[in-house]
């Protein structure tokens, strides 16, 4: 199995190419897309020492949007073809900071849903070509409503799951799959100045598990963990003119 991580260094994709590594039935070669050389390279060996075929590192910032067809050549080229493509990388901007700045709005758009966009759309003309082949893209339960506290990360992950749902839509035809993931809270570097730690917070390996399993059965789109959507179920069902005053 060719696995391709973009955004290779998040805990999250970590903790997805280790739990490819535990459930495949088949050799697995990967290459590990981020901005960050030296840790992609202890990402890499550590994937080789858990039974990697190939961990091949390739450094890209993932905002460059006009590199992102290349990108996914080059990427395509090292593995010979890919069977399943992870997007991975993202930022969590302070929402009270970025509204006052079409600049850093503009950059968190482009870290968080531009970026995905493109990238979705090299590997979807590539797939197609050869009918088959995974694409799984990490989303949020923020872009299921827009609520003051973090409207432009929301917009932004709202706008990736749209974008791939409509891209789902064209790429059914052709054998195509495309996953949407929609974690809830996970306790990585993302969170790491959020101190409300509980009931609700996952672990990387939890949620990696739920999208191994997710990227195995086909799924369209997925809660991690699953009671997110029965959250976002009554989240999204509060009437507009309630929610409004609501301070979330
Ligand atoms: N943690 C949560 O509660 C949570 C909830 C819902 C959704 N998510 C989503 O899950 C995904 C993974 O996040 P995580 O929780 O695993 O957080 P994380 O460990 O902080 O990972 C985020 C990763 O994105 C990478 N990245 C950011 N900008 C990049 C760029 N321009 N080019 C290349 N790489 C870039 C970072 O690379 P560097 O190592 O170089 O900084 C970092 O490895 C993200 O899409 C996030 O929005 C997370």
Same mark, same amino acid.
């Given at each position: 199995? *060719?696995?391709?991580?973009?955004?290779?260094?998040?805990?999250?994709?970590?903790?997805?190419?280790?739990?490819?590594?535990?459930?495949?039935?088949?050799?697995?070669?990967?290459?590990? &897309?981020? @901005? *960050?050389?030296?840790?992609?390279?202890?990402?890499?060996?550590?994937?080789?020492?858990?039974?990697?075929?190939?961990?091949?590192?390739?450094?890209?910032?993932?905002?460059?949007?006009?590199?992102?067809?290349?990108?996914?050549?080059?990427?395509?080229?090292?593995?010979?073809?890919?069977?399943?493509?992870?997007?991975?990388?993202?930022?969590?901007?302070?929402?009270?900071?970025?509204?006052?700045?079409?600049?850093?709005?503009?950059?968190? +758009?482009?870290?968080?849903?531009?970026?995905?966009?493109?990238?979705?759309?090299?590997?979807? +003309?590539?797939?197609?070509?050869?009918?088959? /082949?995974?694409?799984? &893209?990490?989303?949020?339960?923020? /872009?299921?409503?827009?609520?003051?506290?973090?409207?432009?990360? /929301?917009?932004?992950? #709202?706008?990736?799951?749209?974008?791939?749902?409509? +891209?789902?839509? @064209?790429?059914?035809?052709? #054998?195509?799959?495309?996953?949407?993931?929609?974690?809830?809270?996970?306790?990585?570097?993302?969170?790491?100045?959020?101190?409300?730690?509980?009931? +609700?917070?996952?672990?990387?390996?939890?949620?990696?598990?739920?999208?191994?399993?997710?990227?195995?059965?086909?799924?369209?789109?997925?809660?991690?963990?699953?009671?997110?959507?029965?959250?976002?179920?009554?989240?999204?069902?509060?009437?507009?003119?309630?929610?409004?005053?609501?301070?979330?």
């Amino acid at each position: 199995m *060719n696995v391709l991580i973009l955004g290779a260094t998040s805990a999250i994709a970590q903790a997805v190419a280790r739990q490819f590594l535990l459930s495949a039935t088949t050799p697995v070669k990967f290459v590990l &897309v981020g @901005r *960050n050389d030296d840790k992609l390279a202890l990402i890499a060996e550590d994937l080789i020492g858990r039974s990697a075929t190939a961990a091949h590192v390739q450094v890209q910032d993932l905002t460059q949007l006009d590199a992102m067809d290349a990108c996914i050549s080059r990427a395509w080229e090292t593995l010979g073809s890919i069977d399943v493509a992870l997007i991975a990388h993202g930022t969590l901007p302070e929402q009270r900071e970025i509204e006052k700045s079409w600049e850093l709005t503009e950059q968190a +758009l482009r870290e968080n849903a531009l970026s995905h966009m493109a990238l979705m759309e090299a590997l979807a +003309l590539r797939m197609e070509a050869i009918k088959r /082949g995974t694409i799984a &893209v990490i989303g949020s339960v923020a /872009g299921d409503r827009g609520r003051q506290s973090n409207y432009i990360y /929301g917009a932004a992950k #709202g706008a990736t799951a749209i974008y791939a749902q409509g +891209l789902r839509n @064209r790429l059914t035809k052709s #054998g195509v799959h495309l996953l949407t993931i929609k974690p809830g809270f996970v306790d990585t570097p993302m969170t790491e100045s959020i101190a409300k730690k509980g009931l +609700l917070w996952a672990s990387p390996e939890q949620v990696a598990q739920d999208i191994v399993k997710a990227v195995q059965k086909k799924r369209n789109v997925i809660y991690t963990p699953g009671f997110w959507w029965l959250i976002m179920t009554i989240v999204k069902s509060v009437p507009e003119f309630i929610f409004k005053k609501l301070s979330m």
